[in-house]
């Protein structure tokens, strides 16, 4: 059973600076490219970054470029999402993802917000 539980999330000033985590278990960890994505209240479910196997090679959306930065420890099948240059607009939650068996799996999310 995928299990995928986020943390690190909290309230922040703007300029700040969070790292998230997100804790992956039942399966392949290493084999797969992981995602985060995010949802602003009233908003949809948004791409912030991906990292693919082996490589490690990241994208990320044109709003995080060089704020954001995605990596793995595939030896602690943990993904994370370094966020700095923190602005009211990365309020949100963020949520883990990977897409495994042609079927899109979720965490729970984590709540992020900017806020003076």
């Known amino acids: 059973q995928v299990q995928l539980v986020e943390s690190g999330g909290g309230l922040v000033q703007p300029g700040g600076s969070l790292r998230l985590s997100c804790a992956a278990s039942?399966?392949?960890?290493?084999?797969?490219?992981m995602s985060w994505y995010r949802q602003a209240p009233g908003k949809e479910r948004e791409f912030v970054a991906r990292?693919?196997?082996?490589?490690?090679?990241?994208t990320y959306a044109e709003f995080v470029k060089g704020r954001f930065t995605i990596s793995r420890d595939d030896a602690k099948n943990t993904l994370y999402l370094q966020m700095s240059s923190l602005k009211q607009e990365d309020t949100a939650v963020y949520y883990c993802?990977?897409?495994?068996?042609?079927?899109?799996?979720w965490g729970k999310g984590t709540q992020v917000t900017v806020s003076s």
């Open positions: 990292i693919f196997t082996i490589s490690g090679f990241p």
């Open positions: 039942g399966f392949a960890f290493s084999r797969y490219p």
């Open positions: 993802n990977v897409y495994l068996n042609e079927y899109e799996n």
